[in-house]
């Protein structure tokens, strides 16, 4: 559980870092804490409206990129 509200800065660290990893084709900043997303290049468009929604999508997509990539446990 988190101790503390998502910041925008977060957001756009881990879109950042998604998108650079090849998990997301698109990520841009909007105004007023909204971020635009898309998963691949021919996948609608998302509006995230608030950090705490954005951390949300960006926690379910961490989640299913995991389950695609099972990692070899030692």
């Known amino acids: 559980m988190r101790t503390h509200p998502a910041t925008p800065t977060e957001v756009d660290s881990w879109l950042t870092v998604l998108h650079q990893n090849g998990h997301l084709h698109r990520a841009q900043s909007g105004p007023d804490t909204t971020w635009t997303v898309q998963r691949t290049r021919h ?11 954005a ?11 995991r389950q695609q990539k099972p990692e070899t446990r030692r």
């Open 43 to 53: 996948s609608r468009p998302w509006t995230l409206h608030h950090p705490v929604l």
């Open 55 to 65: 951390m949300d999508w960006i926690e379910d997509l961490i989640r299913e990129v």
